[in-house]
């Protein structure tokens, strides 16, 4: 199989936030990510691209699938992934992210992929660094591999993404999946609104040129789109709803309160699924689920951004998508 | 201990004395004998031995009086001490500065206090003021021992770096003060409000996933201190006023005659929280920079008299503990070298009077608390700044006297410098030296 080369290399060194995208970049990831599909179902499943590449998953926060997907990634790409998560590094010994971050950069990273609890590490240090940094989710700002993967997905679903509406619903206060995908549905063309208690909204939402629902009947009303976000299940306990049986009562999603969007609406969740909380009962619409497309579509998602962010300058020949 | 030459005397030659409250504005001569101002305007005497300094038709102003800076002595001296903290007044112009309690241990035990003044005198650069702390520990519990901590050389009392917990506890500590005479200044939040917010609430801190610190958790303690403040009489002192909301509650308890002062800090009517997109955490304070709207209502309440006084908060911290998560940082920035350029700038964009930028840092500051400096008057201490208004420059790292440097402000182009610093007529500072006299 021979690929046409991407039509968009990104000519940037760092993955940070959606908007550092163009449409077109957007495009030609998801152009990329689409050859890399194929790769999973072929018997040998890698490409050279990233050989002798090292790669460093730099995780402060627990995470499970994200971490997990870019290390398939690379190692697709014949790059060497190191996982690091601050149970067992010198984090614990009380260094600062600054000092981790140089080591691992003069230990002879190339690429950094940071999940971090605090908002806007990854941008802070893409500049105390000289290697790609790739951010896989930070605070409450940006993940934008998960837009992203998400917005491939829709499309593959959907075949198109412009003119969609979409109801994100839920915690979007302090949910970076919800950011990263606002910011992105909204350049690629689609209608955005969210859905969520008043306690889970920001005050400022609207500022995004979105719409904002109290009432997931009303929210749902003609979306194509539905993504779910995750409760996080200690925002009962600092005040933000009343319980989680009520929270789900209004916005968990149910086979009749799907009825409720356009009859081809497809079902998202960036996952881990709270079952029972934003979804029950979802073995009665699992063709409208496309969870587990996002997670198939997050690897190669990640495969292309990882080889169009760090692949570029090599050998023409080691340069080329998987062929 | 090194006893300094306390009183200085010298001729300071053409220069333009300008102190509104005095209603001096005059070009000519000034004579300090001993510290004090022996006589102005055409100087005819000249004792022997007074050494003579030529003024370059600057403009003399009273030393600026800060009622609101954290010297970190004793405790934290990797951040700031009284005599790196004193070269940073001296060198934008401060010869009085306020110390807040939040140092350790705590200033609240005379002490503590007695500790920090000897130490500034061995200082000898500007006076130095101490704060005592509201409550023993700043917990919130149980009220400092006032009276004591006056009596050893307290000028206020303030928790700050915390609210006074409670409204309970800040009728008891206004009731309490009234034997002293002094202010209780707080440090107005809501920290239940506030729940681990980092900057300002808003679009800004929507869009960069950051917590927020809405208005109203200053607004609300504003109000709270404001009518305990109703019941109980006293002094109350409200800290690094930021938001449009808290303006208009102060104004209100003056309309009302309730004995309510004032202050706000230079970064609260030059920056906004847009500030955090580019400047990190040195954009990072409590009460956080807030939105246009509150920076021009800060403004109006410099330029109307609802705001008393400019005070810095300046707040140092090291370097390995500002270059880091947003969100872990700590809260502060230094102030004390760059705030008399600011308040130009806001004359310089005629938002303020020259008349009223001095009396917001010298002249009520000083009246306020109560400090027998401020002015410009024979008998008067021979306290001064000398600016040149016509100067600008470029904030550059070595611009700053501090041990830290976490300033907002850095690589700013600011207008009007400070020249010489005069305190108890000893030169104290002098920019053409480039360098600290030596004392």
């Known amino acids: 199989m021979n690929l046409p080369p991407p039509i968009h290399a990104l000519e940037k060194k760092h993955l940070l936030s959606i908007s550092d995208l163009s449409v077109p970049e957007i495009e030609g990831i998801f152009q990329t990510a689409e050859s890399f599909l194929d790769l999973s179902s072929r018997s040998v499943r890698k490409v050279p691209s990233l050989r002798g590449r090292i790669i460093v998953n730099l995780f402060y926060e627990a995470s499970t699938r994200t971490r997990t997907s870019f290390e398939i990634a690379g190692k697709r790409l014949s790059a060497d992934v190191i996982n690091i998560t601050t149970t067992q590094s010198s984090v614990v010994k009380g260094e600062s992210l600054l000092d981790t971050v140089r080591t691992i950069e003069a230990l002879g990273a190339d690429g950094i992929v940071i999940r971090h609890s605090s908002s806007g590490v990854p941008q802070w240090i893409s500049s105390q660094v000289n290697c790609h940094v790739i951010n896989a989710g930070d605070g409450l700002r940006e993940h934008p591999t998960q837009a992203l993967l998400d917005l491939f997905t829709i499309q593959k679903r959907k075949k198109r993404l412009s003119g969609l509406t979409v109801a994100i619903v839920g915690d979007v206060l302090h949910s970076r999946v919800a950011r990263s995908n606002i910011a992105a549905m909204q350049m690629m063309g689609m209608k955005v609104r969210v859905v969520g208690p008043p306690t889970l909204i920001p005050r400022e939402a609207k500022q995004w040129g979105i719409d904002v629902f109290h009432s997931l009947r009303d929210g749902l009303e003609q979306v194509d789109v539905i993504m779910l976000l995750r409760l996080q299940l200690e925002r009962q306990a600092s005040g933000f709803i009343p319980s989680i049986e009520e929270y789900s009562r209004l916005f968990g999603l149910s086979p009749e309160k799907l009825s409720w969007a356009a009859p081809d609406a497809i079902v998202l969740h960036p996952g881990p699924v709270n079952r029972g909380i934003e979804i029950q009962g979802e073995e009665m619409f699992s063709e409208r689920s496309a969870v587990l497309d996002q997670v198939h579509h997050g690897v190669a998602v990640r495969m292309a951004i990882l080889y169009l962010l760090m692949a570029g300058g090599r050998p023409e020949e080691e340069n080329r998508a998987p062929a | ?439």
């Not at chain 2, 007695?114 to 702390?133: Q, Y």
């Not at chain 2, 006293?234 to 909301?245: F, K, Q, V």
């Not at chain 2, 006084?309 to 502060?332: C, L, N, V």
């Open chain 2, 1 to 439: 201990m090194h006893q300094r030459e306390q009183r200085g005397s010298f001729l300071l030659r053409n220069v333009r004395m300008f102190d509104p409250v005095q209603k001096v504005d005059q070009t000519g001569d000034i004579l300090v004998m001993d510290g004090r101002v022996r006589a102005f305007g055409v100087v005819e005497e000249l004792p022997p031995s007074v050494p003579v300094i030529e003024g370059n038709r600057g403009l003399l102003v009273p030393g600026f009086v800060d009622v609101h800076a954290h010297f970190r002595e004793p405790g934290f001296e990797y951040k700031e001490t009284i005599e790196t903290g004193s070269r940073a007044a001296v060198s934008g112009g401060f010869t009085s500065v306020c110390v807040m309690a939040n140092t350790n241990p705590v200033n609240d035990h005379p002490g503590v206090t007695r500790e920090m003044i000897r130490k500034a005198n061995e200082v000898g650069l500007c006076r130095i003021f101490p704060i005592g702390a509201v409550s023993i520990g700043l917990k919130g519990e149980t009220l400092s021992e006032m009276v004591s901590l006056s009596e050893a050389g307290c000028v206020a009392f303030s928790d700050d770096g915390l609210p006074v917990r409670t409204a309970k506890l800040m009728r008891r500590a206004l009731e309490y003060s009234i034997m002293t005479g002094l202010p209780v200044i707080d440090h107005c939040e809501d920290r239940d409000l506030s729940d681990g917010g980092v900057m300002n609430e808003g679009w800004v801190s929507t869009t960069l996933g950051l917590k927020g610190i809405p208005n109203a958790s200053e607004d609300v303690v504003i109000a709270r201190d404001i009518e305990v403040l109703r019941l109980t009489g006293g002094h109350l002192h409200i800290a690094h006023l930021s938001t449009e909301g808290g303006v208009r509650l102060v104004r209100q308890a003056k309309k009302d005659g309730l004995p309510v002062t004032a202050e706000t800090c230079p970064h609260y009517f030059s920056l906004t929280d847009e500030c955090v997109r580019h400047h990190h955490t040195n954009a990072k304070m409590n009460p956080p920079l807030r939105q246009e709207a509150d920076r021009k209502a800060v403004i109006e309440g410099l330029a109307d008299g609802t705001i008393d006084m400019i005070a810095t908060d300046h707040a140092p911290h090291a370097s390995h503990e500002k270059e880091r998560e947003f969100d872990q940082a700590p809260f502060g920035i230094i102030g004390l070298e760059t705030a008399f350029s600011l308040g130009y700038g806001l004359v310089e964009r005629g938002d303020l009077s020259l008349e009223r930028l001095i009396c917001l840092m010298s002249n009520n500051p000083a009246h306020h608390f109560s400090l027998p400096v401020g002015e410009i008057r024979v008998g008067g201490l021979a306290d001064f700044a000398l600016l040149d208004l016509s100067r600008r420059q470029t904030v550059q790292n070595d611009f700053f006297r501090s041990k830290s440097r976490n300033s907002p402000f850095l690589g700013s182009v600011i207008g009007g410098e400070v020249q010489k610093t005069f305190m108890d007529g000893r030169l104290v500072f002098d920019r053409m030296q480039d360098k600290e006299v030596e004392r």
